[in-house]
């Protein structure tokens, strides 16, 4: 009968332990590396001069020293932001139109998106030949069509009824945008939601629309916060239909960063700075609302 050296076979098995974790955990440091190397290079790059650009300096107070160039453009750095700018006016004014804009088309998404998805799974519908599964496909089929397949004819309807660069065109082209993926989201958190928690408020005395907004709402809120956080993250990057649909009253923070050239090309110390400005809105909000973030991902994942 054969013998086990199960000291040896201990040994074998941390070792195999430990570098299965070694593994694991390289992979995800170098994924967050990966993850992460585009911020740093934006922030860095903000913080260099023309020269540090065109060599591919990165490693800030080791391979340059960092100046105020590209925040010194923007009237943003500290010996200039006391004083008048034309350029930090403006770069307030884009951030004020990104604000409005992309906030409210967020919400007025979410608050659609929310009421679609709970009717998708809860009532059954019949539209033609499509059924609640066929409508919830053309929802997501709206992400699948290329913007610039819309240009033209959005162009054409917002010049026929006064909607170009106006706050309203954007919020609704916007609302249009994010609403698709904003259904599906909260669709699968209603899918989390026992439909017998409805049943018995509607027993015990509520309506349908009470049932949805004492029972349901406080549960699925998770997810309706991550929605808007995805909805409000498209809707502040995005160029196109900015670019396309405003000239010069609701031109949004993207189209401001896009057109920083000049004689000399591409000025990517004040595109550097303009992007970290833009970013930090969203990091903000996101710390702020990261416990709801979690907890909207983590019943998806449960489901």
């Not at 105020?68 to 943003?76: E, V, Y």
């Not at 550097?272 to 709801?292: N, R």
Request: glycine share 6%; with cysteine; hydrophobic share 55%.
């Amino acid at each position: 009968m054969a013998s086990i050296d199960l000291e040896k076979y201990g040994r074998a098995q941390r070792l195999r332990w430990w570098s299965m974790r070694f593994v694991v955990y390289g992979l995800l440091v170098t994924w967050a590396i990966v993850c992460i190397f585009p911020l740093f290079w934006t922030v860095t790059t903000s913080f260099k001069t023309a020269p540090d650009v065109m060599r591919g300096n990165i490693m800030p107070w080791y391979s340059f020293s960092p100046s105020w160039l590209g925040w010194r453009s923007l009237g943003l750095s500290p010996d200039t932001i006391f004083e008048t700018s034309t350029v930090r006016e403006e770069f307030m004014r884009r951030l004020w139109n990104s604000s409005i804009i992309s906030v409210s088309a967020s919400a007025l998404a979410v608050f659609l998106g929310t009421l679609a998805a709970y009717g998708l799974s809860r009532f059954s519908y019949k539209f033609g030949f499509m059924r609640n599964s066929d409508i919830s496909f053309f929802f997501l089929s709206q992400l699948i069509m290329p913007p610039v397949v819309l240009a033209l004819p959005f162009l054409v309807l917002y010049k026929e009824l006064a909607l170009l660069d106006t706050y309203s065109g954007m919020i609704a082209i916007y609302t249009l945008m994010v609403l698709p993926i904003v259904v599906w989201i909260m669709r699968d958190q209603f899918a989390t939601v026992p439909v017998e928690l409805e049943e018995a408020a509607l027993v015990d005395g509520l309506s349908i629309w009470g049932s949805f907004s004492r029972i349901i709402v406080p549960l699925i809120l998770p997810g309706m916060v991550a929605a808007f956080i995805l909805a409000l993250i498209l809707c502040w990057n995005e160029y196109f239909f900015a670019a396309l649909l405003t000239s010069t009253n609701t031109n949004t923070l993207p189209v401001m960063i896009a057109s920083q050239t000049g004689s000399q090309g591409i000025n990517w110390w004040s595109m550097a700075a303009l992007s970290t400005a833009g970013i930090l809105p969203l990091v903000f909000v996101g710390v702020l609302l990261e416990k709801h973030i979690i907890a909207g991902m983590t019943a998806g994942a449960v489901k």
